[in-house]
């Protein structure tokens, strides 16, 4: 048996909670051997588990005692925490969120003994959204979400500023510039070739190789670049486009309307609208090369906004969806290496011309 | 010290998908770094630390992604408590590195991906351990012993390829171990368990821990077919 030992007891064996409840309970320390304690704390605090690195909130701590336990004996130790709103107990697939009573003793030159209990923590129906308690990083939501849940403005920090127009001149000046003046060179040598009567065969390959592996290399941000000219593309028939999503944030069990208008500018005929509403989880594991995110969708409802077959040219056309989240709906959770997301996806299927995407994202309160 | 992290949490009545498969989490998750210690398996720590109370010597671990050079050196870093450990994350400005003369205790620093630091770096670091009279252990993808040797150290290389049935073994129920409720005995694998892993994965345990995970959340949550053969 070790020297000496940790339990920790809830008062009533409770282990199940609501937001804004207060823990109570006891430390209990049983030794076999006179102990010297420098400091028994214990502390409450959220954590994640699961596939991504360990987030963890500011831990309410506690400390008990310090000093000598005689042998043989039994020392109990009372606490007690206030919980706060959030964020709630949670199991996903690759995002958990638990709650823990931890408590430690610091032993000289010995081990240090430990006891962890977990508590279910729930949202209290009637408490108002504390986001703060659910969002963790600020800096990483949409602005107009930021200024939904009054939190301020992002500046951009001075680490991502430099690590950003480091990583950008040096893709520039490795990559793409050798790159552009390769395939210029290529290019001017196939068209001279192909001036002065030389083989198309070798013309044309100083042309296109050059130019395909400019694409092969651009294929990311090409993606970006067409996405958005796809979209401006398709905005150009329909003209006006406005996509509004009200509220931003809501609670679990509530509605969310959804809004589109636009104005086109010739007949156009629609094949379909959906409307996407998504929750998935994104954790990242591990760091440096060994960097890895892993992304599970947990919730996925998709509903056809009524259309019209054609929308008529010059005159103004909208639409409007109610749709509700449900009421067990994992809430949104934003923290270090984890979050859970909520996004709202608009698609218009216009035949023979570009698609036409929009997409929102929203915070959901339990 | 070496014994695994110690179950210390009670079953929480109700909730938890995974307390009623007599866990606490899945055992396959990314342990938080307070926990990591405790679960590498120690496969020549023992070497290892004698070797490194030495003067001037350098661990030098090789091996491709997965294969453990991070555990052993986290593993390492238990029996020097004093040791900085240094992760030289890819992309990012090196941070500074500390001097070796001023590190309490024989081994001065424990230098992961130690192939990214510059080369001219690299050879100050070594003349500083040289000069400090301490030890050094590096885990890198490149072989660095001639610079090593070239700065007056004498370098020991482990070439980390091939994982033991025993091994994987180990490192299954220390896992397991971690993340059981105090009241409770999962199941844990069986020699044929860890042999049908290692012929579908080889000795890329990180792989191996990532099929686990989703084969135990298929389990536990979903109500699927045990991760482990021996149970039926």
């Known amino acids: ?366 | 010290m070496n014994r695994p992290a110690a179950p210390r949490s009670r079953q929480l009545t109700g909730g938890s998908p995974w307390h009623r498969a007599g866990l606490r989490w899945n055992p396959f998750g990314e342990p938080p770094p307070e926990d990591l210690a405790a679960l590498i398996v120690p496969t020549e720590p023992a070497d290892a630390v004698d070797w490194l109370r030495q003067p001037r010597v350098v661990q030098q671990y090789l091996g491709d992604a997965g294969r453990g050079k991070t555990a052993r050196l986290r593993r390492l870093a238990v029996f020097f408590p004093g040791a900085p450990y240094v992760y030289l994350a890819e992309d990012e400005p090196v941070p500074p590195l500390p001097d070796p003369a001023g590190i309490p205790g024989p081994l001065a620093l424990l230098l992961d991906e130690a192939q990214r630091l510059p080369s001219r770096r690299r050879r100050r670091l070594f003349a500083a351990v040289a000069r400090s009279g301490g030890s050094l252990v590096l885990a890198s993808h490149a072989d660095l012993s001639t610079e090593v040797i070239s700065a007056g150290l004498t370098c020991r290389t482990v070439c980390i390829a091939g994982l033991s049935t025993d091994d994987l073994l180990a490192i299954l129920r220390r896992r397991i171990a971690w993340a059981r409720l105090a009241d409770a005995a999962p199941a844990l694998p069986q020699p044929d368990d860890a042999q049908r892993l290692i012929a579908e994965f080889g000795d890329d345990v990180r792989s191996i821990l990532d099929t686990l995970y989703e084969r135990y959340q298929d389990w536990a949550i979903n109500g699927g077919r045990h991760p482990w053969r021996s149970v039926t």
């Open chain 1, 1 to 366: 048996m070790a020297k000496c030992d940790l339990s920790i007891h809830l008062d009533d064996d409770k282990t199940s909670y609501r937001g804004g409840d207060t823990v109570t309970g006891t430390v209990e320390v049983r030794t076999d051997a006179e102990v010297q304690c420098k400091a028994l704390t214990v502390e409450c605090q959220w954590r994640t588990h699961g596939k991504g690195n360990t987030a963890r909130g500011r831990a309410q701590r506690l400390d008990l005692a310090q000093g000598i336990w005689p042998p043989g004996a039994i020392q109990r130790y009372a606490f007690s925490f206030e919980l706060p709103h959030g964020p709630f107990t949670y199991h996903g697939h690759y995002l958990n969120i638990g709650w823990f009573i931890r408590a430690q003793a610091d032993i000289p030159w010995a081990l240090d003994p430990k006891a962890e209990q977990e508590i279910g923590v729930e949202p209290n129906p009637g408490q108002e959204p504390e986001w703060a308690n659910l969002v963790h990083r600020m800096d990483a939501l949409p602005e107009a979400l930021r200024a939904q849940i009054g939190a301020p403005a992002a500046p951009l920090t001075p680490q991502a500023l430099r690590v950003s127009s480091a990583l950008g001149y040096g893709c520039l000046s490795i990559i793409v510039i050798p790159l552009l003046l390769i395939t210029m060179f290529g290019l001017y040598h196939g068209i001279s070739l192909l001036r002065n009567g030389g083989d198309w065969i070798e013309a044309a390959l100083w042309i296109g190789v050059p130019l395909f592996v400019l694409a092969g290399l651009a294929r990311g941000p090409l993606a970006v670049l067409l996405g958005t000219l796809r979209n401006r593309w398709a905005g150009k028939r329909l003209q006006d486009i406005d996509f509004d999503v009200t509220p931003l944030t809501l609670r679990r069990g509530e509605s969310v309307q959804i809004r589109f208008s636009c104005r086109p500018d010739q007949n156009t005929v629609l094949n379909r609208a959906t409307v996407r509403i998504e929750a998935e989880e994104r954790v990242t594991q591990g760091s440096g090369t060994s960097r890895r995110t892993h992304r599970k969708q947990v919730y996925s409802h998709e509903e056809d906004l009524p259309m019209p077959h054609s929308l008529s040219a010059g005159l103004p056309f909208q639409r409007e969806i109610e749709v509700t989240i449900p009421a067990d709906a994992p809430p949104s959770f934003i923290a270090v290496d984890n979050r859970l997301d909520w996004t709202i996806r608009l698609q218009l299927d216009i035949p023979r011309w570009p698609d036409w995407s929009g997409e929102r994202a929203i915070l959901i309160h339990p």
